[in-house]
């Protein structure tokens, strides 16, 4: 059975970093693709980053520059480091999987930037 748990969430102060974790079983994770998406309260869920089994990366323009996604085959994980944090990045962070037929979901880490 696929399992994705994330970690690392946290309250951190505007301008911070926080480093997130999403510890994968049950699939082979290193041929499968794997996205972060966050989902703030009252809004819609977006992807924020990704990274495919070769290391590709793309990410949200509104993270460019600040977010770094990483994966870890060896340890089946995949990271998002997120440096400048802003108020606007708080949300709850979920790590994402689509091996079809289905899409899986973490049950999310919360994100709070406040001072």
């Known amino acids: 059975q696929v399992q994705l748990v994330e970690s690392g969430g946290g309250l951190v102060q505007p301008g911070g970093s926080l480093r997130l974790s999403c510890a994968a079983s049950?699939?082979?994770?290193?041929?499968?693709?794997m996205d972060w998406y966050r989902q703030a309260p009252g809004k819609q869920r977006e992807l924020v980053a990704g990274?495919?089994?070769?290391?590709?990366?793309n990410y949200a323009d509104s993270v460019k520059g600040r977010f770094t996604i990483s994966r870890d085959n060896a340890k089946s994980t995949v990271y998002l480091q997120m440096n400048s944090l802003k108020p606007e990045d708080s949300a709850v962070y979920y790590c994402?999987?689509?091996?079809?037929?289905?899409?899986?979901w973490g049950k999310g880490t919360l994100v709070t930037v406040s001072s």
């Open positions: 994402h999987l689509r091996m079809l037929p289905k899409d899986w």
């Open positions: 990274i495919r089994s070769s290391g590709n990366t």
């Open positions: 049950g699939f082979i994770f290193s041929i499968n693709a």
